[in-house]
């Protein structure tokens, strides 16, 4: 039986900051940050990578971008919602976003 890499496994601890940034925590205690930005620039959704201006038009505008939600997709993402847009159909693969660290 394959056994996962060390990068598909969930963080353990996961963390919202105010809205403005992302941090997972993982068992090696390595302690990854996002900001809701840098997120929304890297949304891996199928339109966002269609369209890669999609969530440029409100990167530096009035409203700042947020993180309004982050909810657990099985055991292996998490899917975000931000402000001010509202897109919501991101499914960040803790692998995923363990690769926009290296």
Known sequence: MPVASRAMEAPVRIEVDR????????DDDTVDTFT???LRRSCPCAGCREDPAAGRNLLG????VRIDDARLVGGYA???T???DGHATGIFSFSYLRSLTA
């Open 82 to 84: 931000f402000a001010p």
């Open 19 to 26: 809205g403005e940034r992302l941090v997972l925590t993982w």
């Open 61 to 64: 505008g009035v409203d700042p």
């Open 78 to 80: 998490l899917n975000l």
């Open 36 to 38: 809701a930005e840098d």
